[in-house]
């Protein structure tokens, strides 16, 4: 079985800056794409960030220059750097990764999700 766990969210005024952390554990022999994704509730979950075990990263347009994503490979972990952020960011985060896990084949696992509110 394997977990992610999230941290980092909060309050912020606008403008601010946020890091939020993934930390994956468990039976995890590899892992392929880590990713943030974010969800209004009624509205359909989007992709923010994603990045590849080899470090390919992927934005959204309309973080793209604002938000960085990064990962360590050595501690199964992500990273969401958010800087300038803007009240329309103010939603859930969750943490996405594509673990193999010994044994097995890759599956899709998501983190409980934090919250990040901008102030105006």
């Known amino acids: 079985q394997v977990q992610l766990v999230e941290s980092g969210g909060g309050l912020v005024q606008a403008g601010g800056s946020l890091r939020l952390s993934c930390a994956a554990s468990g039976s995890i022999f590899n892992i392929n794409v880590m990713g943030w994704y974010r969800q209004v509730p009624g509205k359909q979950r989007e992709l923010v960030a994603a990045?590849?075990?080899?470090?390919?990263?992927n934005y959204v347009a309309s973080v793209k220059g604002r938000f960085t994503i990064s990962r360590d490979n050595a501690k199964n972990t992500v990273y969401l750097q958010m800087n300038s952020l803007k009240p329309e960011d103010t939603d859930v985060y969750y943490c996405?990764?594509?673990?193999?896990?010994?044994?097995?084949?890759?599956?899709?696992?998501w983190g409980k999700g934090t919250l990040v509110t901008v102030s105006s």
């Open positions: 996405n990764a594509d673990v193999r896990s010994y044994g097995l084949g890759y599956e899709d696992y």
């Open positions: 990045i590849s075990s080899g470090g390919s990263t």
